[in-house]
């Protein structure tokens, strides 16, 4: 193992998109850290920037019309958007790769999802086409599909949505990474299903020793997964914390106002609050804090300053962006 | 499941499918039969094909010539038999260089999109709008008529059009997630194209190269009549109709049955070209 304290380090990442006025940023000054064997849930509403900040470090963002404004990501040591693209991209679907949100879009229609599986081991790996067989076999057994041997050779339209996913979960693990990206794992999932993802995910990530940084927009699902949450508004990530500390002590009027939006089981559900108003469109960001139109303490604040992410005084690794928690 | 399994597999599958369009067997059958008859054109024809016979010339067809004798006294069946094999290698050597040539231009530039795109199809629209007969007529008269030329003339022209059949499903298909997927897992772009966008449009290809089979053959055949193609004396479907011209009042037999025998090939071969496009959709396929 490499001497490094963190499996990805990332500082001051900006992602920009073209329109048609010009480059607007879809997220800024995104900055977070993630150890070894620890799952860091990503959570926002649709649009908060989730996905780009996944495809801008996999280096997957389209060719034309994004780049990458600032920032460092240090994978294992290495800066993911300075490195050269093929080195990238042998890193990418080995040492780092993703879970799709779609299963039965994300296998290819015409080849068996077997062959699929063991494309993604023989590519990576110096072995030969039955010794990679031989792999894909093992990892479909460890993702618990029953009878690999006579399921190799299916087509992805046999499989039903969670059995797709297992095989995507094993494409992933084919090559034993260091960090997986689940982006929306179990979203297209009925809720059944996506409780044995969540298992599946859970025990696998005890016995491969990876890292996994799970997107998601399901706060229930953050509370069985994670063990710290970043929790993005508008392209900012505004507050990290571990998981009981955040749901025990969201310290962001953002996190506070979405968990009291969520009906909750054990909660007389007749005070649950929806945020008013709407996310500022990406052109029309506010200078300042990008809350501030819909915070219900903004009496307090003042619209024109641009809080950082700090970490709070009395709750050590808690950060968030608030300019009332100085 | 082993390859031999598989591949007995994808057979019933396929057959599954041909059968739900009875009339591509027609068009298989068809094929195979005049192919067949290509092939063994040494055994089945009873004359020689270029054998002049000056007593016999302009025979209407009989028991001793089954359909009537030339202009030069040459058996037109025997002349049609070997005239179909020249037929077959034309059009089935053109349209396989031509759907090479323009499945690489074509899926390359839809995938690589942009620039490389503009350009490559810029070229190609350029290419295809000029008419495929006045293309190939240029290209003979450059390079003179002969068999092998021919073939070139005729592919140079079907380029444009299979890098446009190519280009589509390309752009289609880089758009799914599997491709997404694919450089998510460090695929090589040429991999992504080879192994995963290819098999995924070689329906469309496949059903178009049996459409245009049936035009090189056409092409062939017009090429022939205008006397731009394959060199007399040796027996082509369409130099044997320009042959048989001037005198088609008299004795129609020389170019009728040779016409005949070109309209059936592109039938056979169109009609393959449906059952094909059903068998090799993977959306049929998949209705179990």
Not at chain 2, 220 to 246: C, D, H, Q, Y
Request: glycine fraction near 6%; include cysteine; hydrophobic fraction near 45%.
């Amino acid at each position: 193992m490499e001497n490094y304290e963190y499996v990805l380090e990332v500082e001051n990442l900006s992602t920009a998109f073209k329109l048609k006025s010009g480059w607007y940023r879809a997220t800024e000054d995104i900055s977070f850290t993630l150890k070894p064997n620890e799952t860091l849930a990503i959570v926002g509403e649709s649009g908060c920037g989730k996905s780009v900040t996944a495809y801008s470090l996999m280096g997957l963002l389209p060719k034309h019309g994004s780049r990458i404004d600032s920032g460092t990501a240090l994978f294992k040591g290495e800066n993911l958007l300075t490195m050269p693209k093929d080195k990238l991209r042998k890193i990418r679907g080995s040492a780092m790769t993703m879970i799709f949100q779609e299963p039965m879009t994300s296998l290819n229609p015409v080849l068996t999802v077997g062959s699929q599986i063991a494309e993604a081991v023989f590519y990576h790996n110096d072995q030969s086409k039955a010794a990679a067989k031989q792999r894909a076999l093992e990892l479909m057994d460890m993702v618990k599909i029953p009878a690999p041997e006579s399921r190799y050779s299916d087509y992805p339209h046999h499989l039903s949505g969670g059995m797709c996913q297992r095989i995507m979960i094993a494409m992933a693990l084919a090559c034993k990474p260091d960090l997986v990206f689940a982006d929306e794992p179990t979203t297209a999932l009925d809720v059944t299903i996506q409780a044995q993802m969540l298992y599946l995910l859970h025990e696998l990530k005890q016995t491969q020793q990876m890292s996994m940084i799970f997107i998601t927009h399901d706060l229930g699902v953050v509370a069985h997964v994670a063990d710290r949450v970043a929790v993005m508004y508008a392209g900012n990530i505004v507050e990290t914390a571990p998981v009981k500390e955040l749901f025990e002590n969201p310290s962001h009027p953002y996190t506070r106002a979405l968990l009291q939006s969520i009906p909750r089981l054990d909660r007389d559900n007749k005070d649950i609050a929806p945020i008013q108003g709407m996310v500022p469109a990406i052109d029309q960001m506010p200078p300042g804090c990008r809350f501030y139109s819909r915070c219900e303490r903004k009496n307090e604040c003042r619209p024109d300053l641009f809080p950082a992410l700090k970490e709070l005084k009395d709750s050590p690794n808690h950060f968030d962006r608030c300019l009332l928690n100085e | 499941m082993n390859t031999l399994a598989r591949l007995k597999h994808f057979g019933a599958e396929t057959y599954d499918v041909f059968n739900r369009n009875k009339t591509s067997w027609v068009g298989l059958l068809l094929l195979f039969a005049l192919l067949l008859v290509a092939l063994l054109a040494p055994v089945l024809a009873p004359y020689n094909p270029v054998e002049q016979n000056i007593i016999q010339r302009l025979q209407p067809p009989s028991s001793q010539y089954l359909l009537g004798t030339d202009y030069y006294g040459r058996d037109v069946l025997s002349r049609i038999i070997w005239g179909c094999r020249v037929s077959f290698v034309i059009g089935s050597i053109s349209v396989a260089l031509a759907m090479f040539f323009g499945t690489i231009f074509g899926s390359f530039a839809g995938y690589k999109g942009g620039y490389i795109d503009s350009f490559v199809m810029g070229v190609m629209d350029v290419l295809m709008s000029i008419p495929i007969l006045l293309m190939g007529l240029l290209i003979v008269a450059i390079l003179g008529p002969s068999k092998m030329n021919l073939i070139i003339a005729l592919a140079l022209t079907m380029i444009p059009r299979f890098a446009r059949i190519a280009r589509a499903p390309t752009i289609a298909a880089k758009n799914k997630v599997y491709v997404e997927a694919g450089r998510a897992m460090g695929f090589s772009d040429t991999r992504i194209l080879v192994v995963h966008i290819f098999p995924n449009i070689l329906g469309d290809l496949m059903v178009m190269g049996s459409m245009w089979m049936a035009t090189a053959v056409r092409t062939e055949a017009a090429l022939s009549f205008i006397g731009l193609g394959v060199n007399p004396p040796t027996a082509t479907l369409g130099g044997m109709i320009r042959e048989g011209f001037k005198d088609i009042l008299s004795a129609p037999w020389a170019s009728l049955y040779p016409g005949l025998v070109i309209l059936l090939i592109v039938f056979s071969a169109n009609l393959l070209g449906d059952g094909l496009r059903d068998a090799l959709d993977p959306k049929l396929r998949n209705e179990k």
